[in-house]
């Protein structure tokens, strides 16, 4: 059974860089069929799509956030990680690790981990 | 972006009576290509991640009751909750995976009267 678990800092202060990592098990991140990535969501507000990865090559971002995000894989490790520079208090939310299907089976989030708290405060 | 938005915002039902939510698209989800809408419904509960109940509008996830149902084409859509079962007090959202940014409704509470 897929499993994502995210892990990183609780509490990060104004203008550091946030760095998350997701361990995936029961499933592998090198495969082509599916895209790996992280959702954010601010407390009660919607969830807000960061973006994503697939091992064929195509890294989309949310535009809104594409010049601060990074998001990196390690196949070795089955673990991928986001980087979020230059935060503020409107970044603190909870962060969730994701799988999504490529385009055509379906590009929805269908796995996702608990979500890791990270609030921005000096 | 594709605007997501839902109605209403808060929902109060008896159980095992019916709840409906609404939600709109500010552009159609419906591909020509494929003939399928490209929107998905998800059920959150309270410290929990939201988990994936609907996908392609109106197909339901594994291990959901088919007391959840939902509809719509283009740029509306609904999900109806037949007879409201005390477990399924939950934050509903839809959400578009038609374009890049995905996007999320602002969710719909559902709440036991």
Same mark, same amino acid.
């Given at each position: 059974?897929l499993?994502?678990?995210?892990?990183?800092?609780?509490?990060?202060?104004?203008?550091?860089?946030?760095?998350?990592t997701?361990?995936?098990s029961?499933?592998?991140?090198?495969?082509?069929d599916?895209?790996w990535?992280?959702?954010?969501?601010?407390?009660?507000?919607?969830?807000?799509?960061?973006?994503?990865?697939?091992? +064929? /090559? *195509?890294? =989309?971002?949310?535009?809104?956030?594409?010049s601060? $995000? #990074?998001? @990196?894989?390690?196949?070795?490790?089955?673990?991928?990680?986001?980087?979020?520079s230059?935060?503020?208090?409107?970044?603190?939310?909870?962060?969730?690790?994701?799988?999504?299907?490529?385009?055509? +089976? /379906? *590009?929805? =989030?269908?796995?996702?981990?608990q979500g890791?708290? $990270? #609030?921005? @405060?000096s | 972006?594709?605007?997501?938005?839902?109605?209403?915002?808060?929902?109060?039902?008896?159980?095992?009576?019916?709840?409906?939510?609404?939600?709109?698209?500010?552009?159609?989800?419906?591909?020509?290509?494929?003939?399928?809408?490209?929107?998905?419904?998800?059920?959150q509960?309270?410290?929990?991640?939201?988990?994936?109940?609907?996908?392609?509008a109106?197909?339901?996830q594994?291990?959901?009751p088919?007391?959840?149902?939902?509809?719509?084409?283009?740029?509306?859509?609904?999900?109806?909750?037949?007879?409201?079962?005390?477990?399924?007090?939950?934050?509903?959202?839809?959400?578009?995976?038609?374009?890049?940014?995905?996007?999320?409704?602002?969710?719909?509470?559902?709440?036991?009267?």
């Amino acid at each position: 059974q897929l499993q994502l678990q995210e892990s990183g800092p609780g509490l990060v202060k104004p203008s550091e860089t946030l760095s998350l990592t997701c361990t995936v098990s029961g499933g592998s991140i090198s495969s082509t069929d599916y895209y790996w990535g992280w959702i954010r969501q601010s407390p009660g507000k919607g969830p807000e799509w960061i973006g994503s990865f697939s091992y +064929s /090559g *195509n890294t =989309p971002y949310n535009p809104s956030l594409k010049s601060r $995000v #990074t998001i @990196s894989v390690d196949t070795s490790k089955n673990q991928f990680s986001l980087t979020l520079s230059s935060m503020t208090a409107a970044d603190t939310a909870v962060y969730y690790c994701v799988r999504q299907g490529d385009f055509w +089976s /379906g *590009n929805y =989030p269908d796995s996702w981990g608990q979500g890791s708290l $990270v #609030t921005v @405060s000096s | 972006d594709i605007v997501m938005t839902q109605s209403p915002d808060s929902l109060t039902v008896s159980l095992g009576e019916r709840a409906t939510i609404n939600c709109k698209s500010s552009q159609s989800v419906l591909h020509s290509s494929d003939n399928k809408n490209y929107l998905a419904w998800y059920q959150q509960k309270p410290g929990q991640p939201p988990k994936l109940l609907i996908y392609w509008a109106s197909t339901r996830q594994s291990g959901f009751p088919d007391r959840f149902r939902a509809s719509g084409s283009g740029t509306d859509f609904t999900l109806t909750i037949t007879s409201l079962q005390a477990e399924d007090v939950a934050v509903y959202y839809c959400q578009q995976y038609f374009s890049s940014p995905l996007t999320f409704g602002g969710g719909t509470r559902v709440e036991i009267k």
